[in-house]
């Protein structure tokens, strides 16, 4: 039985990943989870999944329980990591905050599971070095990459002439850009596929996530960034595709949910049964694809510049976009001006080559 700790179990990825152990209660097991302030839901879930370690990170506990033991901080949530018997760690909690644990998995030599794409988007020199040190292996859920990890398992990179990432391309892939300026809150966060949380779904409707994958894909693959390229799928059926040296592309397909790639990282590199998630070839609409405007996305085209770019750039990028989306979300700022915020962030700050995680965190910190 494999052993699975979760940072961010109360979200959408944590909620995910728990219908999935449920299924397969055989194979795993939770040895204990993570919430950043959501107490009650962190409790309950801990109730009814008998989890009996749990750690809260930035709100104080309201009650004790003899049945699970509570740690408070984010220190108290390194110790878990590091002290802890678990197999592998999913890492789903939102944004640069998730950076310090993905780290301390990797020390410590355990696989990491890995959502929190801002880890490897600020660090991922650091992350690859720290990889080939200890032998630990980054499994990764988010479904693009998870797609390309699936085609590629056993493949040499050097047959990979280019990866393609797909797009929803969010809400707003048909509105006018005339209307842009009037776009509300409440629109950006009904996603047309994906139910996720407010972070994210806001990245994929400005597109700021795909440019956050390119990123995540160059370390996550070693390949270089004129061979990562994205286009918009709109059905979300088909989840990334590899084009080989030869010319034939292959790709991975399903049901847009996030609990197949989490069942993926779970048993790798192994297969279970499971009718968990099914596709039917017979319903899904007809897939399309095209191209990603500029002038509707320019924050993925920022994110393309500032990770050619490099050094701490890509931290800059990340923080930026974190504190625009916190401003608009507060009433601030417009929709149409986080992309402006971001580089106007990005160009402001002088770039330092090779930082070190204590200049990346401090970096990150101001978000």
């Not at 990459?145 to 590629?152: R, T």
Request: with cysteine.
């Amino acid at each position: 039985m494999k052993k699975i700790a979760i940072l961010g179990l109360t979200g959408s990825i944590g909620k995910s990943a728990i219908e999935i152990i449920k299924h397969h209660q055989e194979h795993f097991r939770i040895t204990f989870a993570s919430a950043n302030t959501d107490y009650e839901n962190l409790y309950n879930l801990a109730k009814e999944n008998n989890i009996e370690k749990i750690a809260l990170v930035n709100n104080k506990p309201v009650h004790q329980d003899e049945s699970i033991k509570i740690y408070y901080g984010k220190k108290e949530l390194i110790n878990l990591i590091k002290n802890e018997d678990y197999d592998i760690l999913i890492n789903a909690v939102s944004g640069s905050a998730g950076l310090p644990y993905s780290i301390e998995t990797i020390k410590q030599g355990k696989d990491l599971a890995l959502a929190n794409k801002e880890s490897l988007i600020m660090a991922g020199h650091l992350i690859s070095d720290l990889v080939k040190e200890t032998g630990s292996n980054i499994l990764p859920i988010d479904s693009e990459h998870s797609a390309i990890f699936q085609v590629l398992y056993n493949r040499s990179i050097s047959e990979v002439k280019k990866l393609h990432l797909t797009a929803s391309g969010g809400p707003f892939r048909t509105l006018p850009l005339e209307d842009f300026s009037n776009i509300k809150l409440e629109q950006v966060l009904k996603h047309p596929v994906w139910n996720m949380g407010r972070k994210v779904t806001i990245d994929s409707a400005t597109m700021m996530n795909k440019g956050l994958e390119v990123i995540e894909a160059h370390w996550l693959f070693n390949i270089s960034y004129e061979n990562i390229s994205a286009v918009i799928h709109p059905q979300s059926i088909i989840h990334s595709i590899v084009e080989f040296i030869d010319g034939s592309m292959i790709s991975q397909m399903s049901t847009p949910t996030m609990q197949l790639p989490i069942l993926y990282a779970l048993t790798h590199p192994k297969r279970i049964n499971s009718n968990k998630i099914e596709t039917n070839l017979e319903t899904i609409p007809p897939l399309s694809f095209e191209p990603i405007c500029k002038n509707r996305y320019p924050l993925y085209y920022l994110a393309r510049e500032a990770a050619v770019t490099g050094g701490l750039m890509p931290t800059i990028l990340n923080y930026a976009n974190e504190k625009a989306i916190e401003l608009f979300i507060n009433g601030s700022i417009y929709f149409k001006s986080i992309s402006e915020y971001v580089e106007e962030e990005l160009n402001k700050t002088e770039n330092i080559n090779n930082p070190d995680l204590e200049t990346i965190l401090s970096y990150a910190s101001k978000s």
